[in-house]
């Protein structure tokens, strides 16, 4: 049986940090469902936080600054001993990565460029024009060709195998030869990523599934504070791709159909640069008023920023205008509208990237060490997968170092994988029954126009209840084409399984968090309510069902106020 | 509309040959070709192989032929072909895994050869390597590539000796040797001074053409070669004196 000392579960920008960061002389492995580059951390724009007060309008800078800044932009959710271990080793990580070759913008005299972003108070964000994800994530990829990391792609983690509180390993499909097959492992790091395919308009990869976080839950790990989910405002308006906040960090105005910049009415004094939650939230009111275009978008608007400008430093943003809506942003407004992008929960996991499993750890956006709360800030992503995924690879190092492994495993894995392999012959005979894509496209309606970014009581339980029913349906799933190798179709199927979870524990929170914070805003509720609510939902799978338990936010000396920009 | 797909289909596990099969597919909306073929995977055969992910062309698995163009799926556009009968084949050069998934390991072993990594020295500057925008921006064509493999499948080189290095790795190297802060000796970038490495190159500019980020690796590979002449000139008057 395979059998590796640390196995890190996806190579995007954290599963490739842990990887880096895992003790050399221990046998470490990578795998991933893509090639490591074609994660979708590699699609990453505008940039990542470091109170570097490079700026000229940023001398002023500091760490604490920008942990303020996280923890306000949290809706005082987020535990702010960890924002601020986040924020302070960000001034290095920043160093360190550029060292590893990340070829970083400039200002005069040859200091790494920061640019404005929501929610700060200063030029806090470092970019490489507008492709900072794809020039970290091949940073990141060299120096494990470097380090000579090995890795597994295109495997599909199935399942984790964890008996009496202890990770032993995982199950894999491997879609190159239609194998099923456990691996051993003495620890496990996820490093997944996020669901944003569980809505019909998101900005992330047709990838992402969030199957991870959904395998962790199965596992019997607590989901934490997972009704936040961060709807970005400035999506190309139909295919939904980014445009990166950046956007409006160099200048760009947002407008409505009367040619109003109408964030005057929502954020007068951070107008275009408020926090997402706030920006996503207007532009949708606009929309819903009556003053957007088509009813459908409004207009983001860069022609004041000028040929020279839009070349230089959103070359990105400019060639997807052109590919994908046919526009070109300097003689025309871009057409926005929000768009899911980004998971602010995900699975529980303490300071040091471990889960109340023994040998399981999570890193990424599919964690939640609870630095982002209720909303993240732009540019704090990248960040967090890179800081924590280093810790992850530590600490886990740390741990297989110390720990010794378990007897038994091998038969407990060969009967997990066993189950697995079952369940995919039942899919296979059938010669009717629901196809996947039907099944996922249901899935997403109902949370698009249920659990979206304004929700109420009666549609939340609604949602419940179909998507209670969709799980009746997959119960009648199956594989229509009937080779395993190469099969998107079954890795649909396997996945879908965890975004009914997902989508479940999502909704249940929201149905259950009665007040409106951050990105979690309720029609019937709105306000925030620190009394009840200053708190983390967390979710576990008992007997099959979903248990919510609440854990206490960690405050040190930011007290929660309301959030005005 | 109404199209016929003519998708390159091979299972190498029971087909001795790749043939075609045609389907037909039908839409009102615009759709790029990878929402085509996933409908068509989806509707008509779930067996139907290829990659993708991101879908807004900076991820680099969806490289495919399309009407005898190298391109990304996600970003070509069916209406824009102009054309009812789209004919798809998988990346030439590289071997078929299943229908239009190839094998990429050569690309990738070919990039690893290049040692495709910064050699930085020393410890990590206290507030970073000071660097002018001016530099980056020389390297920066170089770092937009995402290394998906079309210039490798196109080049006519590559085709003739599959030891042959390839454009993307090459330009891969100028990348790393033109920036301030690359410290490798010129005894490691110098390897590729061979008929499989730099002077394979036919400069025919087939990579350039098809390189659906504009990264022109051809410009990379000239480059290099005038550095690496210049450089061995250097080092002749340097034993002289
Ligand atoms: C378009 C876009 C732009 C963004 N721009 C910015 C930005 O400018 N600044 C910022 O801070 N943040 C940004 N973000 C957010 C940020 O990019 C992501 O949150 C971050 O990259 C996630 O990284 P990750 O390593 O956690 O996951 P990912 O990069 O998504 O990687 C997940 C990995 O897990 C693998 N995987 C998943 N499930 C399985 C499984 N079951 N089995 C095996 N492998 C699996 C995948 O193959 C992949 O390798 C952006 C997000 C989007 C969508």
Known sequence: ???????????????????????????????????????????????????????????????????????????????????????????????????????????????????????????????????TGLVILHTLFEQSVRRKVKFFNEWLVTKLAVKDGKCLGVV?????????????????????????????????????????????????VPLKDMEFVQFHPTSLYDTNILI??????????????????????????AMELAPRDIVARAIQTEIEKGNGFEDQYVHLDLRHLEEKKIKKRLPGIREICINFAG????????????????????????????????????????????????????????????????????????????????????RFLLDEALEVKKKIEEWGKKDSGEKV?????????IMSEKVDMFRNKKDLSAALDEISELRGDYGRVLISGKCLRYSQELVNIIEFDSMLDLAEVITLGALNREETRGSHFREDFQDRNDKDWLKHTLVTLKDGKPHINFKEVNITKYEPKARKY | MEY?????????????????????????????????????????????????????????????????????????????????VIVIEPLPNLEIQKDLAVDMEPFFEAVRRIEPYLFSEGKIPEKGHRIEDREMDKIFQYVNCILCGCCYSACPVVARDERCLGPAALAKLFRFVKDPRDKRPFSNWSRVNTETGLWGCDTVFKCNEVCPKDVRPADGIEALRRKLVVEKIKRIFRKER
């Open chain 1, 1 to 131: 049986m395979l059998s590796q000392d640390i196995l890190v579960v996806g190579g995007g920008l954290a599963g490739l940090a842990a990887a880096l960061a895992s003790d050399p002389q221990l046998k470490v492995a990578v795998i991933s469902k893509v090639h490591p580059l074609r994660s979708h951390s590699v699609a990453a724009q505008g940039g990542i936080n470091a109170a570097l007060g490079n700026s000229p309008d940023g001398q002023d800078d500091t760490w604490e600054k920008h942990a303020f800044d996280t923890i306000k932009g949290s809706d005082y959710l987020a535990d702010q001993d960890i924002a601020e271990l986040m924020c302070e080793k960000a001034i290095s990580t920043i160093y360190e990565l550029e060292h590893l070759g990340v070829p970083f913008s400039r200002f005069p005299g040859g200091v790494i460029a920061q640019r404005p972003f929501g929610g700060a108070g200063f030029p806090r964000t470092c970019y490489a024009a507008d492709r």
């Open chain 1, 172 to 220: 894999v499909y491997d879609l190159a030869t239609g194998d099923i097959f456990p691996i051993k492992a003495r620890a496990v790091i996820f490093a997944t990523g996020g669901y944003g395919r569980v809505y019909l308009r998101t900005t992330n990869a047709f990838i992402n599934h969030g199957s991870g976080i959904g395998i962790a839950y199965r596992a019997g």
């Open chain 1, 244 to 269: 990166t906040e950046g956007a409006r960090g160099e200048g760009g105005y947002l407008v409505n159909n009367k040619g109003k910049r109408f964030m005057e009415d929502y954020a007068p004094s």
């Open chain 1, 327 to 410: 526009i070109d942003p300097i003689d025309a407004p871009i057409p926005i509208q929000p768009a899911q992008h980004y998971s602010m929960g995900g699975i529980d996991v303490n300071a040091q990237c471990a889960s109340v499993v023994e040998g399981f750890y999570a890193a990424g956006e599919c964690a939640c060490m609870s630095i982002h709360g209720a909303n993240r800030l732009g540019g704090n992503s990248l960040l967090d997968t890179v800081v924590f995924g280093k810790t992850a690879g530590e600490e886990a190092s740390h741990a297989v170092k110390g720990g010794k492994g378990s007897k038994d495993a091998e």
């Open chain 1, 437 to 445: 894509h039907r099944l996922l496209n249901r899935l997403k309606v």
């Open chain 2, 4 to 84: 016929v797909f003519r998708i390159l289909r091979c299972d190498p596990m029971k087909d001795e040959h790749p043939y075609f099969q045609d389907f037909s597919y039908e839409t009102e909306e615009k759709k790029s070709m990878l929402e085509a073929l996933m409908d068509i995977r989806n509707e008509q055969d779930c067996t139907l192989a290829f990659r993708y992910s991101c879908r807004e062309a900076i991820c680099g698995s969806c490289g495919m032929v399309i009407n005898g163009k190298f391109d990304l799926a996600c970003r070509t556009m069916v209406d824009s072909l102009k054309s009812s």
